[in-house]
């Protein structure tokens, strides 16, 4: 089943709203039963969405899920999930992380966006649907609503998924997804207001709604046992739209990597 959790729903601060759950090697629980996975690893992601610099930042994976549809995860948020039939509804409460204009490490930002401001850290509401297929084919969207800090704007997310191995020892599939940014997320991320124009030094440029961002990847678990398993992901996101105008995108497509050795029980 298409199982939505971005993230961003990404409690880490450290990951792109790109990584999800899914691609973090979270395996959902069965009809009746809880499940807990541990995980460590590395992700390389862009300094900020349009940076032309990646950057190497620790994972932690610590996700829950009990048998009646609660889960609390640090990739997924806290929330409930259930299902009928073919198709999967949630609702989460997770945190969206801050972008400074300063290179502070792990956490998004870079000093190529200085003047430009933070964008706060906010609570966001997360609410998916998702439809699958015979053979395994999943569709669904989300929506990621700002709860604080509302001048970030919401997002609208639409992807889909197919496994391409599905074995007792490997599971292997690809993944799509486009995000739609209201316009005050696309200025909040792709914007320059006039203030910040005089204090950055980058040209003044107003957006409108739109799809912002484009992601496609693989995602291949490797199992070491009944509890071990190493999983990676590897994908690119592509900045389109009046995103990819923006002044300070500096590239348009930037390759993504994580991977994790995770312990499910």
Known sequence: MLRFRHAAIILLSTLAP???AA???VAPAKPGESTMTLGLGVAAIPEYSGSDKNRAVPVLVADYQHSSGFFASTVSGIGYKTKFGPVSLSGALGVAPSRSDRDHGI????????????????????????YEFDGGIGIGMRAMMALTHRERGNSYEFGAQAPLIKSEANQVGLFVSATYSDKKNMQAFYGVTAAQSKTSGYKRYDTK???????AGVNWNRKLGKAWSVNTMAGVVSIVGDAADSPIVKRKTAPL??????YAF
């Open 209 to 215: 709604a739109g799809f912002s961002r484009v992601n």
């Open 18 to 20: 790109t990584l999800h």
């Open 23 to 25: 691609e973090m090697g």
């Open 257 to 262: 990597l994580a991977v994790t050795v995770n």
């Open 107 to 130: 956490s998004q930002g870079s000093d190529a966006l200085r003047g430009m401001g933070e964008i706060k850290t906010s609570a966001l509401g997360v609410f998916g649907v998702g």
